[in-house]
């Protein structure tokens, strides 16, 4: 049973930068495949952006492509996301979890599990 333990988020300016951590347990966290998803207030979850276990595929949603980076330390068992130029739409409780080895698009939170408790983002104006 793998763990996931968000951390990192906070209050921030609009152009502000935060780092999200997301540290796993419980699997050997090299063969997982991880997501971040974002959910705001009143709104449905979100994709935010995908990294595959071998480091080589990243993926973002169209909103946070080129502001936001996802990496991985796979001795650390840990994925982070480096948020830029963070904007008050990106206010939200940002969740790590782990896509399942199935077909499909890296975007639909079907395909996930595993999921952490969160980490509050704020971004004011």
């Known amino acids: 049973q793998v763990q996931l333990v968000e951390s990192g988020g906070g209050l921030v300016q609009t152009g502000g930068s935060l780092r999200l951590s997301c540290a796993a347990s419980?699997?050997?966290?090299?063969?997982?495949?991880m997501g971040w998803f974002r959910q705001a207030a009143g709104k449905a979850r979100e994709f935010v952006a995908y990294?595959?276990?071998?480091?080589?595929?990243?993926s973002y949603a169209d909103a946070v492509k080129g502001r936001f980076t996802i990496s991985r330390d796979n001795t650390r068992n840990t994925v982070y996301l480096q948020m830029n130029s963070l904007k008050p739409e990106d206010t939200a409780v940002y969740y790590c979890?782990?896509?399942?080895?199935?077909?499909?698009?890296?975007?639909?939170?079907?395909?996930?599990?595993?999921w952490g408790q969160g980490t509050q983002v704020t971004v004011s104006s």
């Open positions: 979890a782990v896509r399942r080895d199935v077909t499909g698009t890296y975007n639909d939170g079907r395909y996930y599990y595993g």
């Open positions: 419980g699997r050997t966290f090299s063969t997982m495949s």
């Open positions: 990294i595959s276990r071998s480091d080589i595929t990243t």
